[in-house]
C-alpha cells in the first residue's frame, strides 16, 4: 500500500507553508501532536516534580511515559533510557562516564565518516590506544574487512554510525555488532542519520549503545541513548553523588519537563506507520533526485548514486568549479531549504577533499515529502546548473 501522504502531512503544522524542506537530515518538522502535548504540559502541570501534590505527581507521570514511550519503540525497558538535550551532550556524558573503567593501553576504534560527536569524546579518554577505522575511499562505506585487522585482545569499544548523515548508506550494524561482540568488544552506534527512516530494534541488533535525536524524528530537541542494562549499571555516576540509580546516575540535571510528555505523541505516530511504505517512497524520492544528478555533467554524487533500500535519502553531491555555497543560495531564493558544508562529519569531508570548497551540497528527505517536492528542488537545481536544459521538464513518475 502508498503512504496517505497527504494524510500524513496535515499532521506536520509546518509543511502548512510555502517552504520545501529538504534539511531534514539536520531536523525534521514536528508533529502537531507532539507540540499539543509540550502546550498541555505547560498549562496544566508546569510545577517542580516530587511533589505529592496532584499537579505534581501529574507532571511525573508527563515525563516518565516519555522514556516509557521510547523504551516501547526501542523494545528495551525504560531504565535502560537516558535522555538529554542532544546526541552530541549525551555521547560526552557516556565517554565521561565510561572513563573509569579504561587502562592505559586499552583501545577504542572510531571511524573518519561518523558525525563528530561520536568520535570526539573518545579520542579525548586519557590514555587510550585510538585506531580509526577508514572508510572505503570509492564507495564511502564501512567494511567489516577493513576492521577486522584492527580490532585485538585490548580493543574494548567500537564506535561507529548505521547510516551516514552525508551519504546516506546503510550499515549492517547487527553484523558489524557481532564482530565487535567476537574479539570482546562492545559497540556504540550512531544512530541520528538512520532513525527518522527505520524501525530501531536494538535488542534484536544485539547493540551495546544507540543513541539518536528526537528532534530528526519528528519529536522536540532532545535525543535519546540506548544502553543495555547490565552495562549501564555498571558505569560510574556522573550525577550528584548520592544519585545512584538509573538513568538519574548518568542523566546529570533534569531533562526538560515540558518536552518529554511530547515523546508519547511521536511514538504513536512511528507506530502506525508501515516502514515497508516508507523505504518504498523514499527509495522513489532518492531515485528520482539521484536520476537527475547522475545526467549533469560536473557533478559528482557523494556515496551511492543510485537509491535503494541499502541508502537512506540523503543526497550529497559537489559541483567542479563550484564553492557548495552558490548552489545553496540559489535554491534558497526558490523557497527550497538545503545545506552545504561538513556537517559535523569533518573528518570524512576532508578525506573527499571538500573542506575548502564549503563541504557538500545536501539534500535530505523523509517519508513526508513529496515527488512534487523533489521536482521543484530539480528544477531550481537545473536552472542553477544547467540553465540552457532547465525548460525541458524531468520525465514524470508516478508521486508516492
Ligand atoms: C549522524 C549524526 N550524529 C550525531 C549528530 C549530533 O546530534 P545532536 O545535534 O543531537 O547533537 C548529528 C546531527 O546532525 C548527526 O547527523
Not at 579520542?123 to 577505522?133: A, D, F, H
Not at 536494538?202 to 547490565?230: M, N, Q, T
Request: proline fraction near 5%; include cysteine.
Amino acid at each position: 500500500m502508498a503512504l496517505d501522504l497527504s494524510g500524513l502531512r496535515r499532521q506536520f503544522p509546518a509543511l502548512d507553508r510555502e517552504w520545501t524542506f529538504f534539511d531534514n537530515a539536520g531536523g525534521s518538522q514536528i508533529l502537531g501532536t507532539a507540540i499539543d502535548r509540550v502546550v498541555e504540559f505547560f498549562t496544566s502541570s508546569n510545577v517542580q516534580l516530587g511533589g505529592s501534590y496532584a499537579p505534581s505527581v501529574l507532571a511525573a507521570e508527563r515525563v516518565a511515559a516519555g522514556s516509557q514511550a521510547l523504551a516501547r519503540w526501542l523494545g528495551c525497558d525504560a531504565s535502560e533510557i537516558i535522555v538529554g538535550g542532544s546526541t552530541t551532550q549525551l555521547l560526552a556524558n557516556l565517554a565521561l562516564a565510561m572513563a573509569p573503567q579504561l587502562a592505559a593501553g586499552d583501545e577504542v576504534i572510531v571511524t573518519n565518516a561518523d558525525h563528530e560527536s561520536n568520535i570526539g569524546p573518545w579520542r579525548r579518554l586519557p590514555g587510550v590506544t585510538v585506531k580509526e577505522w577508514r572508510v572505503d575511499p570509492e564507495t564511502l562505506l564501512l567494511r567489516a574487512e577493513d576492521l577486522e585487522p584492527l580490532l585485538s585482545p585490548r580493543t574494548r569499544l567500537v564506535c561507529f554510525t548505521q547510516a551516514s548523515n552525508i551519504v546516506g548508506s546503510v550499515h549492517d550494524v547487527a553484523a558489524l555488532t557481532h564482530l565487535c561482540h567476537e574479539h570482546g568488544a562492545k559497540v556504540v552506534v550512531d544512530g541520528v542519520a538512520y532513525a527518522p527512516h527505520r524501525r530501531l530494534p536494538v535488542r534484536e541488533w544485539g547493540v551495546d549503545y544507540y543513541v539518536f535525536s528526537l528532534y530528526k524524528i519528528y519529536g522536540p530537541h532532545l535525543a535519546a541513548i540506548y544502553g543495555r542494562r547490565e552495562l549501564l549499571a555498571g558505569l560510574a555516576p556522573i550525577n550528584h553523588f548520592f544519585i545512584d540509580e538509573l538513568p538519574s546516575k548518568l542523566q546529570p540535571g533534569h531533562v526538560p519537563y515540558e518536552l518529554m510528555p511530547a515523546l508519547p505523541a511521536v511514538v504513536d505516530y512511528l507506530e502506525a506507520l508501515d516502514f515497508a511504505d516508507v523505504i518504498a517512497h523514499e527509495t522513489r524520492l532518492a531515485a528520482r533526485l539521484l536520476d537527475f544528478l547522475r545526467g549533469l555533467r560536473g557533478v559528482r554524487i557523494h556515496g551511492a548514486a543510485t537509491a535503494s533500500a541499502a541508502r537512506v535519502p540523503t543526497v550529497s553531491f559537489s559541483v567542479d568549479g563550484r564553492h557548495a555555497s552558490q548552489i545553496v543560495r540559489a535554491v534558497d531564493a526558490q523557497r527550497i531549504g538545503i545545506k552545504h558544508g561538513d556537517f559535523y562529519a569533518r573528518r570524512l569531508i576532508d578525506a573527499l577533499g571538500l573542506g575548502d570548497r564549503g563541504g557538500v551540497v545536501r539534500a535530505s528527505m523523509v517519508h513526508y515529502n513529496t515527488i512534487e517536492e523533489v521536482d521543484r528542488l530539480i528544477a531550481a537545481l537545473a536552472s542553477e546548473l544547467c540553465p540552457k536544459a532547465a525548460a525541458i521538464r524531468p520525465t514524470a513518475a508516478p508521486s508516492g
